[in-house]
């Protein structure tokens, strides 16, 4: 029964290709039209069956029409021929940095009976898939591949196309186990026998060729003239790939389903559990990116063991998780990441495309991009965010006129503390208000409704009570945190700009939020992003040219979140400095504060009700059971 779906599956999708075809032959077809008119209405002049000062007329536009169809035919075809596909930016895999792991892909590819992929390299995402990079411009040609359904005449007077590269989800390595993964590689590398179809790689080729020529077409900076000729090169490209989308969607529809049944054959039972370390895998990359990782690329470091990372956060999680008990027993299985010989290297290499596609970071480490260890996260990330936060915070406190109002227990009346702070963003009806304000007007609050990102951003979130440290400063996953809420987690937060928030806050939060949003984005302004020219290769031209990041985590903060932010770690700096707090690093929820080895909650909802209705009082009763002084001065950066 698997060999018959195989068939049907291969016979559906080499249809498909064909009727990809015909949409380039009709094409071809309506290119000719114009000179076979042309050449008829030649030969009827020749033989004198067609004379006259119309029919001579009539010779001479349609000779002239066919001419420019030709040329223009010509040209677009060069184009989609000649124009270079995008590729995926990827970690190459040299054979003789990973042997087994290239081992294991042939072993499986001979178990599959299918082409093996030529080579293999990692991409920073929890997903696996077969490349073809075929192209000229891509490498020159490898050996042909066997014709799975052509019989031996066609075989023998066609060759077959380039092997595709099999790119491979980098965590997927770290977290798996060696059979795990080879169970979730089966169906991707069976994928190759299909595409060594001669037809089906034909059609690939052209629909690629045609989005190609679409991309040449939008390139912008031209001059008129060639303007015009790419909108028509542009028109008629996206006319043929409208007229051929339903066919290639059904063709590679077809390819995956005659891989998927031939790869039955090869640890199904496997696979079914393989299928969940997947979704796991994929649901604490994306915390590890957007909690911890993100962070860091702000304040110009990168993370360089990210896939170590999310395997310590998701070990954590299923250690402490009673969903997760089931995972722990695997544990001691040899993981993928042995496959390769260098594992350290390739998971920075790694850690650093991930950084150039969610952020847009340089393409090389540099004084203003450098790396950073786990061990050294808190002290280089956490506090040094917390710092530049608080002084960012006084730097605009400083711009909008505000002036710290001295007291009795002030030891520096003009240092930066967190009392100015909260006197400045207190309303003074509040009933807990313990100081005045004495800035200047206050900017209005049109254009600044945002949303607190408070379970997040915030470092002392209270989703995640305290753990035990495994290194210095790095603090584990809670006994609360469940599977549940990472595979599934919650809706975000809409903002404070929704229609269903009645109250954004008071005039002087939003006159602060302001100034922060307008600082911060003179200082990103400075920041130089993308690669260099130096970093820049030919495989990631396509890619790297001023469109970093490709795939951004978030959404830019709204100047509400980056005033809970700013407060947030003006607080932090506060508890440091003056409480014996330390920065630590939760694996799930990235930044955060500890205050005797615990880790502080309930900070988040108190900076919102500073900040929305100006009532300092829920965070200053906090500040005082906490021990910590806000009319002491803090160290800046």
Known sequence: MTGIGVEMGAQAARSRALAVLRVRGRALGVALLP???????????????????????????????????????????????RARPATSPTVPIAEESAPDLYRMVRDLADRLDVPAPSSIALTPDCDSWLEDRAHAAHGP????????????????????????????????LWWMRVGELRAVLAPVIAGTGPSAHPDIAAARRFVRGLDAAVAVASTSGRCPLTRGICAMLGWVSRLLLRGCREHATQMERGVAAAAAERAQAVDYGLRIVAQEQVGLAYAGWDRLLTRVALPAWRMGRWPARLD????????????????????????????????LEEPGTIDEAASLLAARLFHGGPAEAGPDWAPVDWQAYPE????????????????????????????????????????????HLAEPT????QGTDTAGPVAPRSGTHGGTRADAANPTDEAVAPGTAEAPGVQDASDTADTADILDPPEPYLGFGDEDDADPGTERSAALAAGISAELAREEALVPKGATAAGQSPESA???????????????????????????????????????????????????????????????PKVLSLIEEGDPGPLR?????????????????
């Not at 009673?322 to 995972?327: D, I, K, N, V």
């Open 35 to 81: 000179a076979a008119a042309a050449v008829i209405l030649l030969a009827g002049g020749a033989t004198d069956h067609l004379v006259g000062e119309g029919w001579d007329a009539a010779r001479w536009v349609v000779g002239v029409l066919a001419v420019v169809v030709l040329l223009a035919a010509v040209g677009i075809g060069l184009v989609v021929a």
């Open 141 to 172: 040609p490898s050996r042909p591949a066997p014709d799975e359904i052509a019989g031996p005449a066609r075989r023998s007077r066609r060759r077959a196309p380039v092997a595709p590269v099999l790119v491979i989800g980098s965590p997927f």
């Open 308 to 339: 170590a990372g999310v395997v310590a956060a998701l070990t954590e999680l299923s250690r402490r998780d009673r969903l997760a008990e089931g995972f722990a027993s695997r544990l001691g299985e040899r993981p993928a990441c042995d496959l």
């Open 380 to 423: 280089e990330v956490v506090d040094r965010t917390w710092r530049a936060d608080a002084a960012r915070l006084h730097r605009v406190l400083d711009t909008l006129g505000v002036r710290p109002a001295p007291g009795p227990h002030t030891p520096e009346p003009g240092g930066p503390t967190l009392a100015r702070v909260l006197d």
């Open 430 to 433: 509040a009933p807990d208000d």
């Open 542 to 604: 396509l890619w790297d040219d001023g469109g970093l990041p490709l795939f951004p985590l978030q959404p830019p903060r709204t100047g509400r979140e980056l005033l809970a932010d700013h407060v947030t770690a003006m607080v932090c700096c506060a508890a440091v400095d003056t409480a014996g707090a330390l920065p630590a690093l939760d694996w799930l929820d990235g930044p955060s504060l500890l205050l005797g080895g615990e880790r502080a909650a309930d900070l988040g």
């Open 621 to 637: 009763a906090w500040l005082t059971a906490s021990g910590i002084r806000p009319e002491k001065p803090v160290r800046l950066v």
